[in-house]
C-alpha cells in the first residue's frame, strides 16, 4: 500500500531540537555571565589591594545592574522574535488573500522537496486552500520556519536570566563577605568559583548536546582567562 502524503512528510522531517527547552537556555545565560563578570571583578579588585568590604559593594552593585541589563536583553529578544513572527503572520496572511495560486504554488514546491509526486500532494494542497487557517500555519511553519510565540515568554525569559544572574554572581563573592583579609578571600574564591564553572560547564554539555568534560573544562578556562586579565591589568595601573 502506498504511504500518503503525511506519512512521507512524517518519515522525512526528522527533527533534532535542543530538548533542554528555552528555560534552561535562559538559565544557561544567565549563570554563565553571573559566574565569570562579577568573579573578574572582584579578581581586579583584588589586584588593586582594596578591602573584602568593597569588593563585597561594588560586585553586588555588578550583579545587581548585570541581572537587570541581562534581563531586559532576554526580554528585548523574545519581544523582537515575537514582533517578527507577527511581521510574517500578516504578510502570509495578505498573500494568501491576494495571490493565492502563486501560494499554492509554493505549497507544491515544500511538498516536491519531501519526493512526493504531484498525484500524491495535490489533495493535501486542495485541502490547504479550502482552511485559510490551515493553509496559513503550514506556510508559517514549512516555508518561514516560524512557530507560535508564547506571549508570556519576554517576561519569563527576562526574570529567568535576571535570576540566573544573580545566582551565578554570588558565587565568587561569597568568600569576601566572609574572609576579610581581600588575598585569601581572592584565593578562596578562585577555588569556589573554578569548582562552580566546571560544574556548571559539565551541566551545559550535558544539556546542549556537547562533550560535557570539553564543556566544563572550556567554561571554567573562558572564567580563568577573565579573572587573570582583570587582576592582571589592576596590577599593572597600581604599578604606574
Not at 498573500?95 to 499554492?104: H, K, L, R, S
Not at 560544574?199 to 577573565?226: D, M, Q, W
Request: charged fraction near 20%; aromatic fraction near 8%.
Amino acid at each position: 500500500m502506498a504511504e500518503t502524503a503525511k506519512e512521507k512528510l512524517l518519515d522525512n522531517h526528522i527533527e533534532k531540537h535542543f530538548t533542554a527547552g528555552a528555560i534552561v537556555r535562559d538559565v544557561i545565560i544567565g549563570v554563565s555571565d553571573g559566574l565569570t563578570v562579577p568573579f573578574a571583578l572582584a579578581a581586579g579588585l583584588s589586584g588593586a589591594n582594596v578591602g573584602s568590604s568593597i569588593i563585597v559593594t561594588a560586585g553586588l552593585a555588578e550583579v545587581a545592574a548585570g541581572a537587570i541589563s541581562m534581563g531586559l536583553g532576554g526580554y528585548l529578544a523574545a519581544k523582537s522574535e515575537e514582533d517578527h513572527y507577527h511581521r510574517e503572520l500578516k504578510r502570509e496572511q495578505e498573500e494568501i488573500i491576494n495571490v493565492p495560486d502563486t501560494e499554492a504554488a509554493e505549497i507544491e514546491e515544500i511538498l516536491a522537496e519531501y519526493d512526493l509526486q504531484p498525484h500524491e500532494y495535490a489533495p493535501l494542497v486542495n485541502a490547504l486552500r479550502k482552511k485559510p487557517q490551515a493553509w496559513l500555519d503550514f506556510m508559517m511553519k514549512f516555508e518561514l520556519g516560524l512557530e507560535k510565540p508564547d506571549p508570556t515568554r519576554a517576561l519569563e525569559s527576562a526574570f529567568t536570566i535576571a535570576f540566573a544572574y544573580i545566582l551565578g554572581g554570588l558565587v565568587p563573592l561569597l568568600p569576601y563577605m566572609f574572609i576579610p583579609d581581600a588575598v585569601k578571600a581572592m584565593l578562596t574564591s578562585v577555588a569556589v568559583t573554578l569548582i562552580a564553572l566546571l560544574f556548571f560547564g559539565f551541566v551545559k554539555g550535558h544539556f546542549t548536546g556537547n562533550r560535557p568534560f570539553r564543556s566544563a573544562f572550556e567554561t571554567a578556562l573562558i572564567g580563568t582567562i577573565a579573572s587573570a586579565a582583570a587582576y592582571g591589568i589592576a596590577k599593572l595601573v597600581q604599578a604606574k
